[in-house]
Structure formats: structure tokens, C-alpha cells
């Protein structure tokens, strides 16, 4: 019998490129979200998913930047640092399905193949980039403080390519943050079948949801934003006609699963 939670499986079930979940996250949030074109974002939904209702902000989208620490429970992560610590960026619209608004996740990029795997299974469409991102500090003038007119800003490339500047100069802190990334998460999982016949031996419609949420303080700024193109991306479809807000946000959720709402969902 071969054990581990994902590939490779092996006896011991060590050599695992996951350990089983769940999975524990503390982060910090770089949150950029704005207007861009509705349409745009209804070419990114597939059926059954369609567009929120024109008096629910249709346009609306989140940019985020994430650096992650995580574990799973027995810690072990923690004295192997390398295993838990990773970045990303993301891009986030809401959609409506029977009846009720969720976010999507329809693009995104990690820096590590442990958070790719976990986007497989999750139903993130997770790909290989690099992402930067300024860290707060609390001694000495090497980066932005948390307080008014601290400067923080992300980045992403991928394939040698700059995708996403972006920045918040901080304000003030605020009770709530941005609105986009707010619901539930619903998202696709699809797998072609080995016969390569344009059929998916997985084709499922997911939703999930964070427990055990801890959030920090909110600080809100003003918020700034460059799209750069790629013969392999689309990001500029989703292109700015209006800045919402900008936020900053300490983190900390768990994965513990999710539920199947819809199977043999058509992707084509």
C-alpha cells in the first residue's frame, strides 16, 4: 500500500508534495481594486456562473498580493522554513451562482510548486511567477512603517515579463477593507482525459471558504496600478477605467475543505 495526502505516493508517504490538510495560512494583504469594463469580466465566466447585477458593481475587481507562511497542523513546517514561506499574486472578480454572489479567483501566480499543487486541488488556476512584495517594519528606515504615508507596493513577472506594479500609500485605518474578495470562493477544477479527445476526466464546479479567520487591522491608502502584456497572459483585457481603494491587512485562515456543488460542467 503507498500513503501521502497528494504525488508522489510511497510507503512512508513522505516523499508527498503535500502533507494531508489542513492547512494553516497567516499572511500579509496587499489589496488594490478598481473598475475595469464589465464585459470583460463576463468573457472569464463560464456557464452557469454570469456577471452580479448592474446595482452590485459588475466591474469591479481585486488585485492581491499575498506573502504567505503556512502549515499544516503538526508544525513541521516550522523548523523548515523554505517548505512554508511563499508569495502571490491574484486577481479577483464576483460572479453570481443559484442565486448568490461569490468570488472568483480567475488568474494568479505563486513561486512555489507546493502552492501550485494546492491550487490544483482547490480550483485556483494557479502558474510560476515572481512576486515581490514590501514588508512593513517596525525599527530603522529600511522599508514602509504602518502609519500614514507608508508606501507599499507588489510586483509580478512571469516568463521574463513585468505583469502587475502596484501600490498603496497609506492613510488611515478603517474598519472594513475592500469588498471584492468578501464571499465565498467558487471555482472550477478541470483536468483533460489522457485521450486528449477535448473531454475533461474532471470537470467540477467547487466552492470553499476559510475557518479559524483572524484579521489584523486595516489600513486603506491611496492605490496605484500598471498592467503589462504577454503573448501567454490577458491581463490587459481587465485594464483600470476607475480606482476603488487600496488596502493592507494582516491574515490568518485555515483550509479545511470544500464542497462539490456541480459535476460534468462544460469548460468549452
Known amino acids: 500500500m503507498l500513503s501521502g495526502f497528494l504525488f508522489p505516493r510511497t510507503e512512508s508517504g513522505r516523499s508527498s508534495l ?5 492547512w494553516n495560512y ?15 469580466i463576463r468573457r472569464v465566466l463560464p456557464e452557469p456562473l454570469s456577471l452580479v447585477n448592474d446595482d452590485e458593481d459588475p466591474g469591479a475587481v481585486a488585485v492581491i498580493f499575498a506573502d504567505w507562511q503556512s502549515s499544516a497542523d503538526d508544525q ?9 514561506q511563499y508569495k502571490e499574486a491574484f486577481v479577483v472578480v464576483r460572479c453570481r451562482y443559484a ?3 461569490f468570488s472568483r479567483c480567475i488568474y494568479i501566480w505563486v ?12 480550483g485556483y488556476p494557479k502558474k510560476l511567477g515572481s512576486i515581490h512584495q514590501s514588508r512593513p517594519v517596525s525599527v530603522g528606515r529600511g522599508g514602509p512603517r504602518l ?17 502587475i506594479t502596484a501600490s498603496v500609500t497609506l492613510e488611515e485605518q478603517v474598519e472594513t477593507g475592500g469588498f471584492v474578495n468578501g464571499h465565498a470562493m467558487l471555482h472550477h477544477r478541470w483536468m483533460p482525459k489522457i485521450e486528449l479527445n ?13 475557518v479559524n479567520v483572524e484579521l489584523g487591522p486595516i489600513w486603506s491608502g491611496t492605490p496605484s496600478i500598471e498592467l503589462g502584456d ?11 477605467r476607475e480606482m476603488l481603494g487600496g488596502y493592507w491587512q494582516s491574515v490568518g485562515t485555515t483550509f479545511a475543505g470544500g464542497t462539490t456543488l456541480e459535476t460534468g460542467v462544460p469548460s468549452r
Not at 503535500?18 to 489542513?22: A, K, M, Q, W
Not at 502609519?147 to 505583469?163: I, Q
Request: hydrophobic share 35%; proline share 9%; glycine share 10%.
Open 99 to 101: 442565486g448568490q454572489i
Open 111 to 122: 513561486d512555489t510548486d507546493f502552492a501550485i499543487a494546492r491550487g490544483n486541488l482547490q
Open 26 to 40: 497567516s499572511g500579509d494583504l496587499l489589496t488594490i481594486e478598481y473598475r475595469t469594463d464589465p464585459a470583460a
Open 147 to 163: 502609519e500614514k504615508g507608508g508606501l507599499f507596493a507588489g510586483t509580478l513577472a512571469a516568463y521574463d515579463r513585468r505583469l
Open 198 to 210: 477535448g473531454e475533461d476526466t474532471i470537470s467540477e464546479l467547487v466552492t470553499m471558504r476559510g
Open 76 to 84: 513541521r513546517e516550522f523548523v523548515d522554513p523554505i517548505r512554508m
Open 18 to 22: 503535500l502533507p494531508p490538510p489542513p
Open 230 to 240: 504577454s503573448p501567454v497572459e490577458e491581463l490587459t483585457d481587465l485594464a483600470p
